[in-house]
């Protein structure tokens, strides 16, 4: 069993940089990989960034390429999402999840655990 909690989303104006974290407890951190997925109202969820367990592979949406940087601290047992250059488009609550890496670039099918999401607002 694996306890996600999100935190620092926020409302942020266009051009501006929000981080979030996201920390775990429960398996051992290190042995999972991680990502995070993102909703806006009315849309569908979506795939945003993921990082194997050891930090040495990631992979992004192609939405937020050269934007969204992810890492992890293996130990804090937290996974950051820096969001830099954010737009209006980026609102939406913001997931992290847990579940094998092959899985991630997808809505979020597959994925074993999820946290409650944070809401990141980008005001133009």
């Known amino acids: 069993q694996v306890q996600l909690v999100e935190s620092g989303g926020g409302l942020v104006q266009a051009g501006g940089s929000l981080r979030l974290s996201c920390a775990a407890s429960?398996?051992?951190?290190?042995?999972?990989?991680m990502g995070w997925f993102r909703q806006a109202t009315g849309k569908e969820r979506e795939f945003v960034a993921a990082?194997?367990?050891?930090?040495?592979?990631?992979r992004y949406a192609d939405s937020v390429k050269g934007r969204f940087t992810i890492s992890r601290d293996n130990t804090k047992n937290t996974v950051y999402l820096q969001m830099n250059s954010l737009k209006p488009e980026d609102t939406a609550v913001y997931y992290c999840?847990?579940?094998?890496?092959?899985?991630?670039?997808?809505?979020?099918?597959?994925?074993?655990?999820w946290g409650k999401g944070t809401l990141v607002t980008v005001s133009s």
């Open positions: 990082t194997s367990w050891s930090g040495g592979s990631t």
């Open positions: 429960g398996r051992p951190f290190s042995t999972y990989a």
């Open positions: 999840a847990v579940g094998p890496y092959s899985n991630y670039g997808g809505p979020g099918y597959g994925m074993d655990y």
